[in-house]
C-alpha cells in the first residue's frame, strides 16, 4: 500500500503565497515522478507541476513563472511553493506519485486533495 499526506492548503488573498506539501509512505519500489494536479469546480483535473526522481521538472503553462516544485528524495515528499495567487487558482490540488515495480510496471497512486481558495 501507499499513502500520500497532502498539507498546506488553505483561504489566501490574491498576490499571496502558499506551500503545498506531499509526503509518501508504503510500499515504494522506485519512484518514477511526482507532482500536483488540480481541479476546480465543473472543469476538467489539469497538470500543475511534476519533478521527476532525477529532478527534472514540467509546468502547466498558466503556472509557469509562479508556482515552483522541489523535493527531497530521502523524505519522499515534493513541495509546491505557489506565489503570486490568483482566483483562477483555486480549486482542489491533488498530489500524484507514479512508480514502477521490480518489473517495470507503472502505477498511479492520488492523494485525497487539498483545498486552495483565492479570495479577497
Known amino acids: 500500500q501507499v499513502q500520500l499526506v497532502e498539507a498546506g492548503g488553505g483561504l489566501v488573498q490574491p498576490g499571496g503565497s502558499l506551500r503545498l506539501s506531499c509526503a509518501a509512505s508504503?510500499?515504494?519500489?522506485?519512484?518514477?515522478?511526482m507532482g500536483w494536479y488540480r481541479q476546480a469546480p465543473g472543469k476538467q483535473r489539469e497538470l500543475v507541476a511534476t519533478?521527476?526522481?532525477?529532478?527534472?521538472?514540467n509546468y502547466g503553462d498558466s503556472v509557469a513563472g509562479r508556482f515552483s516544485i522541489s523535493k527531497d528524495n530521502a523524505k519522499m515528499t515534493v513541495w509546491l511553493q505557489m506565489n503570486s495567487l490568483q482566483p483562477e487558482d483555486t480549486a482542489v490540488y491533488y498530489c500524484?506519485?507514479?512508480?514502477?515495480?521490480?518489473?517495470?510496471?507503472?502505477?498511479?497512486?492520488w492523494g485525497q486533495g487539498t483545498q486552495v481558495t483565492v479570495s479577497s
Open positions: 508504503g510500499r515504494i519500489f522506485s519512484i518514477n515522478d
Open positions: 500524484k506519485l507514479r512508480m514502477s515495480n521490480y518489473l517495470g510496471s507503472l502505477y498511479d497512486y
Open positions: 519533478i521527476t526522481g532525477a529532478g527534472g521538472t
